[in-house]
């Protein structure tokens, strides 16, 4: 599975905004999903996962109340939903594929797609 995210951008605090991520294949076959990101001089944080159905997901704490994952493998999607941002959700934002099925453990992932960048300002 290839995986290439979109949907970043400049934004203020306490907006929202909608990443996607594009998957050549079928993601019903791709198996677990999930969304990472890298702020800079940091390292990558596992932000949400979700399982091959879609009906199970996971977030960090960060992420947790704020962030939506969600998948549509009619469309070959998985899309990460974030409200209320903060400035320190500032990031380039991954999507990944699960080496082994499970979307709750950031050591499952690998693939990584091309990110995308978010700013919030504040």
């Known amino acids: 599975v290839q995986l290439q995210a979109s949907g970043g951008g400049l934004v203020q605090a306490g907006d929202s905004l909608r990443l996607s991520c594009a998957a050549s294949?079928?993601?019903?076959?791709?198996?677990?999903l999930g969304w990472f990101r890298q702020a800079p001089g940091q390292e990558r944080e596992f932000v949400a996962g979700?399982?091959?159905?879609?009906?199970?997901?996971y977030y960090s704490d960060s992420a947790k109340g704020r962030f939506t994952i969600s998948r549509d493998n009619t469309k070959n999607t998985v899309t990460l939903q974030m409200n209320s941002l903060k400035p320190e959700d500032t990031a380039v934002y991954y999507c990944?594929?699960?080496?082994?099925?499970?979307?709750?453990?950031?050591?499952?992932?690998?693939?990584w797609g091309q990110g995308t960048l978010v700013t919030v300002s504040s």
């Open positions: 990944a594929h699960s080496r082994d099925g499970r979307w709750y453990s950031a050591s499952s992932f690998g693939s």
């Open positions: 294949g079928r993601t019903s076959s791709a198996g677990a």
């Open positions: 979700i399982n091959h159905s879609g009906v199970r997901t």
